[in-house]
């Protein structure tokens, strides 16, 4: 088992920044990829941005791409995004994940993730 508790959400003003925090616990060592999806109020939930946990790479969904970082810190188990230059669209939960089997090859399919924690509100006013 794999348990994942998310932090620092908030509501922030458009053209802020915000990092968003996951702490793992558990059965570290079955995770390869840890990723961040979100729940906007009136869209699908979406992928965000994943990084391997046993490698270095990463992934970003374009939206973001160029104005956040995913990062992690396997010694203190913890992922973190990093949100630059937030727009009201960004408003949203977002969840952190992890996926026990190899999934690089399409990280952003929310199916392939077997753990997920309850999210943390991001509102973003213009």
């Known amino acids: 088992q794999v348990q994942l508790v998310e932090s620092g959400g908030g509501l922030v003003q458009a053209a802020d920044s915000l990092t968003l925090s996951c702490k793992i616990s558990?059965?570290?060592?079955?995770?390869?990829?840890m990723a961040w999806f979100r729940q906007p109020p009136t869209r699908e939930r979406e992928f965000v941005a994943a990084?391997?946990?046993?490698?270095?790479?990463?992934y970003l969904e374009d939206f973001v791409k160029g104005r956040s970082t995913i990062s992690k810190d396997n010694a203190e188990n913890t992922v973190s995004l990093r949100m630059n230059d937030l727009k009201p669209e960004d408003t949203a939960r977002y969840h952190c994940?992890?996926?026990?089997?190899?999934?690089?090859?399409?990280?952003?399919?929310?199916?392939?993730?077997?753990?997920w924690g309850r999210g943390t509100q991001v509102a973003v006013s213009s």
């Open positions: 994940a992890a996926a026990t089997r190899s999934n690089w090859l399409n990280p952003i399919y929310a199916a392939q993730y077997d753990y």
């Open positions: 558990g059965r570290t060592e079955r995770i390869y990829t």
């Open positions: 990084i391997q946990w046993r490698g270095e790479d990463t």
